[in-house]
């Protein structure tokens, strides 16, 4: 009657996602919420996927404008913590720069990720943190 769910409230967001109750429960066990479960979903996430991202604090949207850019949780909550968005994480990742050498570089002036990945490459410091050498 409900398609398999024990609450028709639980039953429609589910139906009209066209999901089982099995995928719905696995994504119900990762995100309680039943909105934001078919949130998720409907970005893409794999239920094994939706707890990492919940832990450090991103709804779907945010995370999934993250993932796309092949940034996984963890990294995605230090580019934003150090006031990154996505696509300034993506280009300073891009050279092997991380968010503290990023953050780094830009009090330093330096504010185009190419350029300072050359200019630690021309110095021939070790690694990409632009603190090593003060």
């Given at each position: 009657?409900?398609?398999?769910?024990?609450?028709?409230?639980?039953?429609?967001?589910?139906?009209?996602?066209?999901?089982?109750?099995?995928?719905?429960?696995?994504?119900?066990?990762?995100?309680?919420d039943?909105a934001?479960?078919?949130?998720?979903?409907?970005?893409?996430?794999?239920?094994?996927?939706?707890?990492?991202?919940?832990?450090?604090?991103?709804?779907?949207?945010?995370?999934?404008?993250?993932?796309?850019?092949?940034?996984?949780?963890?990294?995605?909550?230090?580019?934003?913590?150090?006031?990154?968005?996505?696509?300034?994480?993506?280009?300073?990742?891009?050279?092997?720069?991380?968010?503290?050498?990023?953050t780094?570089?830009?009090?330093?002036?330096?504010?185009?990720?190419?350029?300072?990945?050359?200019?630690?490459?021309?110095?021939?410091?070790?690694?990409?943190?632009?603190?090593?050498?003060?």
């Amino acid at each position: 009657m409900n398609g398999g769910f024990p609450d028709p409230d639980d039953a429609a967001p589910w139906i009209t996602a066209s999901a089982s109750p099995a995928e719905a429960h696995l994504y119900l066990r990762a995100c309680p919420d039943t909105a934001e479960a078919v949130g998720w979903r409907d970005r893409g996430f794999d239920a094994g996927s939706v707890a990492g991202w919940r832990e450090v604090g991103f709804t779907p949207n945010e995370a999934a404008d993250w993932a796309a850019r092949w940034i996984q949780p963890a990294e995605a909550q230090e580019w934003r913590a150090a006031a990154f968005c996505t696509v300034e994480a993506f280009m300073w990742r891009a050279q092997r720069i991380t968010p503290s050498a990023a953050t780094a570089f830009i009090r330093r002036g330096v504010r185009n990720p190419l350029a300072a990945a050359r200019s630690v490459s021309e110095s021939g410091q070790a690694g990409l943190d632009p603190t090593l050498s003060q």
